[in-house]
């Protein structure tokens, strides 16, 4: 019963992480700081939502920073994750410009 | 005249109450991710849930009884306890989910932490089930819950390809991601027959006191209820897959799910959206606290009736208080909403076997259901649902592993 149990609770614990699909989370974050500064500079969102969406890019960007770093094993993969997150960094700084 | 009403009042009620934390959720995720491909989940979970419903409802309505109290009945306490546990485990998941849907709703509206909403969604959704009547629960919500129309309003103006998306009715094999593709599908299907969802549409048809002459009007909201409530979790579907997927974003925080309607719609789809949130959100933990409180009494054989008053039905009103209260912790503690969202729609489709199967023997019992047993189509259906459940069952946890976020 335990074991069966365990079974069932350990997957959802800990899901896997790939290199690809963590490049994908950096890439569909700097889609958003686009689209929520976008939103924010024809007043199409408020003020506390942007402030959210700020927060959590940038917690984002901290989090993919080290796993990327983990995960990206040749000079290629490294160089296409910086790349990612500095596309990151610049939708941030852009989303900050509307956050005031 | 009066039945007529009653089906009117039952498909808007069925319709505003069918968006809910989890179908708004695994909708905007599956469109951003998959775009129209995996409309056929939704298509096949809301027939599902239509069958069962029709299933448990006419059940009520022959036998005069809920279809956990018959189960227990039929299959003995010792059974009875593992359905017990196995709904109420993953029903509780969703309220906790449910509650931090309505919280987030409110963070995004006033920017005051969502871990701060907990508490007062939890005494207010209280005090609507200790005060309230079963129909000021069933219609009251789900009739403001129609705000949700506005994903079909925005869909239209979006004018998505709908050849497209007839294709994405007929499953068909993603050409990247498939862990994620399966378990999404498994997530929407989890999120439409949730279990929690018949047993309350079971006890409610006896809280409206249905009997035989009900039986169409049983059927009627079920289908069409069902038919246009599944509409609206396939125009969110859309919305996502006309704002998202062109962009490559995914939805993986509410923050970023609540720009699917700023897009199309300007500030007052953003503001719809909110309000959708937590309107759909508030009415499904008041659904699902009462669902939780009438598997527990009626599986233990006590009193129970949202139309008594408390002191009346004393165990049944201080089981839902528990639940309400012990639901409304993780979220004041900080739990990602999403993320319990996710997870708890996979558990939820882990435990359709268990109220699924018995349900073939009960349909079939001649003493419980007179001249209304099934027929050979709702037998088939039936078996083919416990199959889907078996593999859901089977699939839904190694999908976590590989598909989950």
């Given at each position: 019963m335990l074991t069966a149990l365990a079974l069932f609770v350990l997957p959802v614990a800990c899901a896997r992480k790939d290199l690809k699909s963590e490049m994908g989370r950096v890439r569909s974050w700097t889609a958003t700081t686009k689209l929520a500064a976008e939103l924010r500079g024809v007043g199409s969102t408020n003020r506390a939502v942007t402030h959210q969406l700020l927060e959590r890019a940038r917690e984002t960007h901290a989090q993919q920073e080290r796993e990327l770093a983990r995960l990206a094993t040749t000079d290629s993969q490294r160089v296409a994750a910086r790349l990612l997150l500095d596309s990151l960094q610049r939708g941030i700084g852009r989303l900050q410009q509307v956050a005031p | 005249m009066k039945k007529w009403g009653e089906v009117a009042l039952g498909v808007v009620t069925s319709m505003g109450g069918f968006l809910e934390v989890g179908s708004i959720a695994t909708s905007i995720q599956a469109g951003a991710a998959f775009g129209f491909q995996l409309a056929w989940a939704l298509a096949l979970g809301t027939i599902s849930l239509a069958l069962l419903m029709e299933m448990t409802g006419r059940l009520a309505a022959v036998s005069g009884r809920s279809y956990v109290d018959l189960l227990r009945e039929h299959m003995g306490v010792r059974f009875f306890l593992i359905p017990l546990v196995a709904v109420l485990v993953p029903s509780f998941m969703v309220l906790v989910s449910e509650i931090g849907g309505v919280a987030i709703g409110l963070q995004m509206a006033t920017?005051?932490?969502?871990q701060w909403w907990a508490i007062p969604i939890a005494f207010f959704g209280w005090l609507l089930l200790w005060r309230g009547t079963f129909k000021m629960v069933e219609n009251g919500t789900a009739i403001l819950g129609l705000t949700s129309v506005v994903f079909l309003v925005a869909a239209l103006l979006l004018k998505p390809d709908w050849s497209a998306v007839g294709a994405g009715l007929i499953p068909s094999a993603p050409d990247h991601d498939k862990a994620s593709y399966w378990y999404i599908a498994v997530s929407i299907l989890g999120a439409s027959i949730s279990p929690y969802l018949f047993l309350f549409y079971s006890s409610g048809a006896l809280e409206d006191g249905?009997?035989?002459?009900y039986l169409n009007v049983n059927r009627l909201t079920a289908g069409l209820g069902n038919l246009f409530g599944g509409g609206l979790a396939l125009t969110v579907l859309l919305c996502s897959a006309m704002v998202f997927m062109p962009r490559s974003l995914e939805a993986d925080a509410y923050e970023q799910i609540s720009l699917v309607l700023a897009s199309p719609l300007g500030r007052g789809g953003f503001s719809l959206f909110l309000i959708t949130l937590c309107i759909t959100c508030f009415g499904a933990t008041v659904e699902i606290t009462l669902a939780g409180a009438y598997l527990v009494a009626q599986g233990l054989g006590w009193p129970w009736s949202e139309?008594?008053?408390?002191?009346?039905?004393a165990r049944f009103a201080a089981t839902y208080t528990v639940l309400i209260v012990l639901a409304a912790v993780p979220i004041a503690l900080g739990a990602d909403p999403l993320r319990l969202t996710n997870i708890s729609m996979v558990v939820s489709a882990a435990s359709l076997p268990v109220t699924v199967i018995p349900l073939i023997v009960l349909m079939n019992d001649r003493r419980v259901m007179t001249s209304h047993s099934n027929g050979w189509f709702s037998n088939i259906a039936l078996v083919l649902l416990a199959l889907m459940s078996l593999v859901l069952f089977l699939a839904a946890m190694p999908l976590r592993w590989f598909g989950g976020a």
């Open positions: - | 920017g005051i932490g969502f249905w009997s035989v002459e139309n008594m008053k408390p002191a009346r039905d």
